[in-house]
């Protein structure tokens, strides 16, 4: 047993002293962070499209207008949402003024995408035809001034029967957002207009096209009773979270095993430690080192989040807590955080017994990590329906069971499959660690290449 804690104290300090692994460990909340931030930053940091509106000929009379109503009808429906999520915001978070982050996402919501500019005389000068063309495509070319370049040039036309087209120039061929607004613009036009031509007036048709209507869920499984808030569906959220930091969690914690034993192989350390200790305590002793570096990973993550949730958010601060705490969720991810990680963590140990390279660890590395893909898009699919039959054979596959059964856990499923889900579980992951522990015991004696083959030999007649 010495021996083994020893083999556990010597893996976690290999790692746990370098800097590589704590740059490493605050990358992920790092990432978290920008990868929130991004969105909101592209959407700011998009610029204003200007675009000139030109109507062709007397029949087109009016769709310019018709562009330019859509257009601050767009500017009008974003002030809105911009205003409703700023009051959701000083609701959530009780201040008067949302954190600077906040702030930048709502004003991504009041922003125009294109602004209508003045035509220029040479444009509307231009023969229709080959000079027209010409000189369009001098305002679109990058090469012109930026004073003077324009980032669209719509056209707008009317066929025989009087329906509203539109030919849209645009600088850059992948833009269609301009293209896009006309085409929804032209189409509301015309609705307009077959209504009027019907004797309805069209301030009553702009009045029903605008019209949202206020809608209110209800559930009897709601904290109240009755109306569904966020508070409701936050517990939904976490699950879905706590799935994915396990998933995260255990897999990188099984690869680094993966890589230590592999390269302990390789460079022949294996061999000096099997000569003063049993395979069965040098396994023991990686899988147990290795997990404590997964718990200072977990805390140092945790820990993070909560300072951030605390001084940012803190009446999410204390939805979070309660769900977490009154709800058992955090005992239930110390349960399948438990199962998980032995299925795993033993299962990539032994396969690195007998790589010497990571080429050798792809024959099998390749076919698992396909599979582990499954519980990935399942625990999305559980965040709305988790109760649908395929979810809940998947949950109750051990492989995939610490994954999806958390992101199922905020829908109460029925107790006995929470139980029978973790027994199963345990019950795998022991006959996972007897499997490996033979696959791990022959292939650190031998120097037998990694294949299928040679990894069922060695769990059928791995030795002793």
């Known amino acids: 047993m010495n021996r083994t804690f020893l083999i556990a104290r010597r893996e976690y300090a290999a790692y746990a002293k370098t800097v590589g692994f704590w740059l490493s460990l605050l990358a992920f909340p790092l990432f978290g962070v920008l990868g929130g ?5 592209i959407r700011t940091s998009e610029p204003v499209r200007e675009v000139a509106v030109i109507e062709e000929g007397p029949a087109a009379a009016g769709l310019a207008r018709a562009v330019s109503d859509a257009l601050r009808r767009e500017a009008d429906r974003q002030a809105e949402r911009a205003r409703e999520a700023a009051e959701k915001a000083r609701e959530v978070t009780g201040m ?18 294109m602004r209508i500019v ?10 229709p035809g080959e000079a027209q063309t010409e000189v369009v495509r001098r305002f679109l070319d990058e090469d012109t001034p930026k004073e003077q370049r324009l980032d669209a040039i719509v056209f707008l036309t009317r066929d025989a029967a009087g329906k509203p087209g ?39 048709v702009e009045a029903t096209e605008s019209f949202r209507p206020e809608v209110t869920a ?3 499984r709601s904290a109240s009773g009755g109306e569904v808030s966020f508070r409701d569906r936050l517990p939904q959220l976490i699950g879905l979270i706590a799935g994915f930091l396990l998933w995260s969690l255990i897999i990188t914690g099984a690869s680094i095993l993966l890589n230590s034993v592999m390269e302990e192989k390789s460079n022949k350390i294996l061999e000096v430690l099997l000569s003063s200790a049993s395979a069965t305590e040098i396994l023991a002793g990686k899988v147990l080192g290795v997990a404590l570096l997964t718990l200072t990973v977990l805390a140092a993550w945790g820990s993070i989040g909560a300072v951030g949730m605390i001084g940012l958010l803190p009446q999410y601060a204390g939805d979070v807590g309660d769900v977490l705490l ?25 396969v690195g017994a007998f790589c010497e390279t990571p080429r050798d660890a792809q024959t099998l590395m390749g076919p698992i990590m396909m599979v582990l893909i499954i519980p990935l898009i399942t625990m999305q ?16 596959i051990p492989f995939f069971t610490p994954f999806v059964m958390m992101a199922r856990l905020p829908s109460e499923p029925p107790m006995i499959e929470l139980i029978g889900s973790i027994v199963g579980m345990f019950a795998f992951a022991l006959f996972m660690v007897w499997i490996a522990g033979r696959a791990f015991r022959a292939g650190a004696l031998s120097d037998v290449k990694l294949s299928w083959k040679a990894f069922g030999t060695a769990i059928r007649g791995g030795g002793t």
């Open 37 to 41: 931030a991004v969105p909101i930053l």
């Open 96 to 113: 008067a003024t949302p954190p600077n982050a906040a702030q930048g996402a709502l004003a991504s919501l009041d922003r125009t995408r």
């Open 118 to 127: 003045a035509t220029p005389a040479e444009i509307t000068a231009a023969a």
């Open 166 to 204: 539109a030919r849209v120039w645009t600088a850059r061929a992948t833009d269609d957002t301009v293209e896009d607004f006309v085409r929804d613009a032209l189409r509301a036009a015309n609705r307009r207009s077959v209504f009027e031509a019907a004797g309805i007036d069209g301030t009553v």
């Open 218 to 220: 209800f559930s009897p």
């Open 326 to 350: 009154n709800g058992g969720m955090l005992g239930w991810f110390a349960a399948f955080m438990v199962g998980g990680y032995m299925m795993y963590a033993v299962l990539f140990a032994a």
């Open 381 to 396: 699919m559980a965040l709305r329906t988790p109760d649908a039959p395929a979810i809940q054979i998947i949950s109750m």
